[in-house]
């Protein structure tokens, strides 16, 4: 039983960069170039950085340091069993329908965040278009969203042709520009999750900004079904980059965890990478939708389609990553 958690960490912080020091070489350089005293003690390394594990698991609270250990000990394993190859073989299906999921699941409250902060700039946004239309210049971002909805629903109606020219180009754009995005936000939780919240409420004030003006002029059908099929999975995998803009930021603050920066940092780097790897995927699925779906309206495509499809989208999302890569529940009888 541990008494005083800082001084075993204390104690033991030495073992653990020692053995992750290792790692990195071997990483670098085959085990046959290790002298046996080296690896020796690269045996006893993880060994005691193994019976850490089992330590810290006491403390609940502890979940960034045993996270850290379990990776230090995981990587330990694999090159003692001499099955590097294999286990770092990067194997994409079991990653996004297991690890994505999981790790989006294991930060839920991030995730509850980084929407509340959406949901707060969309207020913002709406009210400030509702209570002084002059302030939609001020907002929109892009010039098209500036003029008047009806004119535009009105323009958009006239085209009775599927058009394809140039949608390849532009969805690559999209996918581009939405992935830049998605690492911005999650790059400014450096700033100690401050970039990565007023990324999140700036981009909910443009959302309700638009929301509002097209409400606001009766073209809530067009706005649903415009934005609906491709936005049922981009704002999703922007609020999953903010999530992981807030967890660099908790790691950065600390709160009242007691190990450094450092080890903090380190401990949430494989889940970073997982949650920003999986809003890229999630962001060519949108980008190719909104290029050659949700840009075309009626009479080219019936404004129900539309929002059946994008309905649909969003409840097979949500069952994604709410149920994917559960692990099943033994029946005991």
């Known amino acids: 039983m541990i008494i005083n958690l800082q001084n075993f960490i204390d104690r033991e912080q030495p073992v653990w960069d020692e053995l992750d020091a290792l790692l990195v070489r071997i990483g670098r350089e085959p085990f046959g170039s290790f002298k046996l005293d080296e690896l020796k003690r690269f045996h006893y390394l993880a060994e005691r950085t193994s019976a850490d594990l089992i330590h810290i698991r006491e403390f609940v609270t502890q979940t960034e340091l045993q996270?850290?250990?379990e990776s230090l000990v995981s990587r330990a394993y694999s090159e003692i069993q001499e099955k590097h190859t294999n286990s770092m073989r990067f194997k994409p299906i079991h990653w996004f329908f297991k690890t994505f999921p999981r790790t989006f699941r294991k930060h839920a409250r991030c995730f509850g965040l980084a929407v509340a902060i959406t949901l707060l700039g969309s207020l913002f946004g709406g009210g400030a278009v509702l209570f002084d239309p002059d302030a939609k210049a001020a907002i929109m971002p892009f010039s098209h969203l500036g003029g008047d909805p009806s004119e535009r629903v009105a323009n958009e109606e006239k085209t009775d042709e599927l058009k394809l020219e140039g949608k390849g180009a532009f969805s690559a754009m999209l996918m581009t520009h939405n992935t830049k995005v998605s690492?911005?936000?999650?790059?400014?939780?450096?700033?100690?999750?401050?970039?990565?919240?007023?990324?999140l409420f700036y981009n909910g004030v443009i959302l309700g900004a638009v929301m509002a003006d097209y409400l606001i002029a009766g073209e809530g059908t067009f706005l649903t079904a415009w934005l609906l099929p491709h936005g049922s999975v981009e704002i999703p995998a922007i609020l999953i980059a903010g999530q992981a803009g807030l967890i660099l930021g908790g790691a950065m603050i600390g709160w009242?965890?007691?190990?450094?920066?450092?080890m903090r940092l380190r401990a949430i780097v494989p889940d970073l990478t997982t949650l920003i790897g999986g809003v890229a995927c999630l962001l060519v699925w949108a980008g190719i939708v909104e290029a050659y779906f949700s840009q075309d309206h009626e009479p080219v495509?019936?404004?129900?389609?539309?929002?059946?499809?994008?309905?649909?989208?969003l409840i097979l999302l949500f069952a994604f990553l709410t149920f994917s890569g559960r692990e099943p529940v033994e029946v005991q009888h």
């Open 301 to 313: 495509l019936p404004y129900a389609l539309k929002i059946s499809v994008g309905a649909i989208e």
């Open 67 to 69: 996270a850290y250990l």
């Open 183 to 199: 690492i911005l936000v999650l790059a400014l939780g450096i700033s100690f999750g401050v970039g990565s919240t007023v990324l």
């Open 256 to 262: 009242s965890n007691r190990l450094s920066m450092k």
